[in-house]
């Protein structure tokens, strides 16, 4: 309370970040308004249907569930009453340039027979690779995963710093890789778990070495119905508490009176008064809210990777196919040096196919597929992506797959391109860059913007651009840090 009267929190983006954080913060007594500059809630998680077809248009898949239990649990609800979580079993198909194709993330049995088949040193390799990743998530949890940034580390962190094998957790992600495993197919695989934060698996920290190991822990996941689903709840359960959702309320002003947030200006010139501001949209937005140069403050070089995605409705089956699949290019690191060096879409791209209506009929009509085609695009939205050069690489694309042995998909009867220029223009997102800035070494992998502004009171962040970063469930824990944040220091 302030003055009497509830405190009024503003929340700049409906993305998961934001929703989740309206939430928490309603649940406490605040009044909550979230401004959602497009049409839609949801943000990079959002659903497009057509003709029957529909498709999550960014995540395919959730990890750690029981974050998102504990989301539900803070409020008093309880997860399975809104949605079902599917676990997807194998995980994924690997495929590979010479023919060589293989199921990944299913039972551990399965897994070491693969391994022995691949290469039989690379079994104790593996669970050499879990025992770092274990290490390496104990250690996240005890401190950037559940703390602001600059908390002092406690005795739980000490512990799992004393127990890190630092010889591996210091360097390089892929020569980290490089020591655990011999086939060149495994070191591929384990290679492309940095893309899951929009990085490149030669220029990150070995730490990001955690991500396999969540997976590996904790699964892969689906919901029923859509990954939409989890915004159409969290909507519903926001609502419950008199969260104010508006949608085409595009915030182009965090208005400041003597060094504390005063409210937010809008588009078409409306003012909200707010005690509490919080930056949904990607950080580097803020200084030009604030009253800085226009645009965003992340350089070019600093942005994670972008995609170029193709949702595609086929009026058959496409069986022999799972839910989730990557076709892998011969070149890895050919390919990243085309995406962060040259800053081209590569020639010869891995291509990740996600089928949900292999798990989840319902997302087609009876008897028709509903696919998700994603390859992984340089975070230039400023650069030609005309029809000549989006026809060009789509034949790349489809190259790739065709050459896997995937069937030919020209009868589409639904076929829908987002380029990184889409991905910019319809999520505010720096040259479309997914995950804001990449995870380049230690400072920017661990060390993003903090939760709560340094300058101007009453102003916070939350979502994948600020701390602790992208990707869902860490989207989740960062609402939670800002939450505990806001609670702190705005109500007491
Ligand atoms: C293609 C794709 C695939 C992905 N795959 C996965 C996956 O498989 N698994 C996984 O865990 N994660 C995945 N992700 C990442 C995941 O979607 C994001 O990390 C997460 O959804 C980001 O949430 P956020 O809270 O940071 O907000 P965002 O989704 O970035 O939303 C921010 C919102 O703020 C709004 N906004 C910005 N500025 C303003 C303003 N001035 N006024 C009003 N509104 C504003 C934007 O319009 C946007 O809606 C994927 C993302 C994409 C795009």
Known sequence: MRGGRRQRAVI???????????????????????????????GKMNRLERDGFSFDTGPSLITMPHVFEGLFASVGETLSDHLEL?????LAEYVYPDGTRFAHGGALPDWIDTLRRLEPRDVDGFFRYVRLGARMFALSESTFLRRPLGAPPDRAALAAMARMPWRHAWGNYARAVGAHFKSPYLVQLYNRYPTYVGSSPYEAPAMLAVIPYLEYAFGGWHVSGGLYRIVEALTALGAARGVTFRTDAEVTRIRVANGRVAGVGLAGGEELDADVCVMNGDPSMAPALLGGAAGSTLRPRDRSLSGLVFLVGLNRRVEGWGHHTVFFSEDYPREFGSLFRERRFPEDPTVYVNMPTRSDPRLAPPGCETLFIMANAPPDAEEAWDAAATAKAREQVFARLRAGGFPDLDDAAVEEVWTPGDFAER????????????????????FRPPNKDRRVEGLYYTGGGSHPGGGTPTVLISARITSELILRHETS
């Open 427 to 446: 999520y505010a997102m720096p040259g479309g860059a997914i995950y804001g800035a990449h995870s380049h070494g230690w400072r920017r992998a661990f």
């Open 86 to 90: 599917m676990p997807v079993r194998p």
């Open 12 to 42: 700049i983006g409906g993305g998961l970040g934001g929703l989740a954080l309206a939430l928490r913060l309603a649940a406490r007594g605040m009044a909550v308004t979230v401004c959602e500059r497009s049409g839609r809630l949801g």
